[in-house]
């Protein structure tokens, strides 16, 4: 069992350099939207914001518009990051590895329906258990 700390925008970093070395990934909020149901209206601030000039989702947590549409873990709530972070996931992993994610809130975001765009893209599953 080792903790690794790593920028969950920059895991392909952690990928390059430790490929299939993992059986089982453990990543608490990594791609939770819970600060997002705690302030719906500036995470539509956010993503509204986000459409009209991208670079709005650099994740500056001091704005809170901005974190608003993040994940816990960061994570921009688009699908080009949301790919790069499942991606770099599945380079981490050993041949039949498994990660796990611990979400809260998270689904009315648009997260699962870009983690299930993310994992098909990657060939990889994903299997979500609710409630």
Known sequence: MECVQCDNRCLAELADQRPAQYDVVFA???MCTCRCAGSPRAYLRARADAVAAPSSLRGDAGDSATAA???????????????????????????GGLAVFDQEAGWSFG?????????????????????
């Not at 997260?111 to 409630?131: C, N, Q």
């Open 69 to 95: 549409a993040l994940t816990c873990g960061g994570l921009p709530l688009e699908g080009g990051h949301v790919s790069a972070f499942v991606g770099a996931v599945g380079t981490l992993l050993a041949p």
């Open 28 to 30: 608490s909020h990594a």
């Open 111 to 131: 997260l699962e329906t870009l983690l299930r765009e993310a994992t098909h893209e990657h060939g990889l599953r994903l299997s979500v258990r609710r409630g």
